[in-house]
């Protein structure tokens, strides 16, 4: 691996490239750095590379990095995609631009609570299984489709999109990409504010391109910027 910039730099030319492929503008896709388990010195190395939106899962580390005096000056967005604990989410909901992993309709109703309590409108993605393993956090398709009108319902906070982490296998990975945005199709069928539900987080460093050419919005990438965890 080279250095974070040049990771960052090598990402960008295939972000590009995969756009290019699928006739898609590169504006259309956000990277998202994910910092998970790597010191606020790296976050502060990959921004100064060029902004970006960096990423974290762990509610602890996320606070622990965000209070660090190393980045009291950058204006960073910070995205949460990991899976909040009821405990931790008053302390995370005012600092994040995005909670992508809601994965029950009971975290979303406690992150409304929480949200109408301090007075903030959040933005939130529904996690889903598009893989079927059991082992994977998330909605199953069908679960997210008979929840929406409930959730549309919920008080200070606005579904925003779907977020998901594909199988290993390659192709399988593609068909679970191509499922997820089939079902935002059908999600924007039924919401009141279909111009608010456009985002796609799917991709990571293995499978980002293929994402991109499933219609990802968003993929957030760890390995590929700041070496193995
Ligand atoms: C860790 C993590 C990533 C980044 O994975 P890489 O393979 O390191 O790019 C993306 N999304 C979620 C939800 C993660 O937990």
């Not at 609570?113 to 299984?129: C, M, P, T, W």
Request: with cysteine; aromatic share 6%; glycine share 6%.
């Amino acid at each position: 691996m080279g250095s974070i910039a040049t990771n960052i730099r090598n990402i960008r030319e295939l972000i590009k490239a995969a756009c290019l492929s699928a006739g898609r503008q590169p504006e259309e896709v956000r990277l998202i750095a994910v910092s998970k388990t790597k010191p606020a010195s790296l976050v502060k190395e990959a921004f100064e590379a060029g902004p970006m939106e960096f990423g974290e899962s762990y509610g602890q580390e996320f606070l622990e990095k965000y209070e660090d005096p190393l980045l009291d000056k950058m204006p960073i967005e910070w995205h949460f995609i990991g899976h909040l604990q009821s405990n931790k989410i008053r302390f995370i909901i005012d600092k994040v631009s995005l909670v992508h992993g809601i994965d029950k309709l009971s975290t979303a109703e406690e992150l409304s609570k929480r949200a109408l309590q301090q007075s903030l409108q959040i933005d939130y993605l529904l996690e889903v299984n598009t893989s079927g393993e059991a082992s994977k956090y998330g909605m199953q398709p069908n679960e997210v489709l008979s929840t929406a009108e409930t959730l549309f319902r919920l008080p200070n906070i606005t579904l925003r999109g779907l977020m998901t982490i594909a199988s290993p296998d390659r192709e399988k990975a593609r068909e679970e990409f191509h499922q997820l945005r089939l079902l935002l199709e059908s999600l924007k069928k039924i919401t009141p504010e279909p111009l608010k539900l456009t985002e796609l987080s799917m991709g990571m460093s293995g499978d980002f391109e293929d994402a991109i050419h499933e219609g990802a919005t968003m993929i957030r990438v760890g390995t590929a910027i700041f070496g193995w965890r």
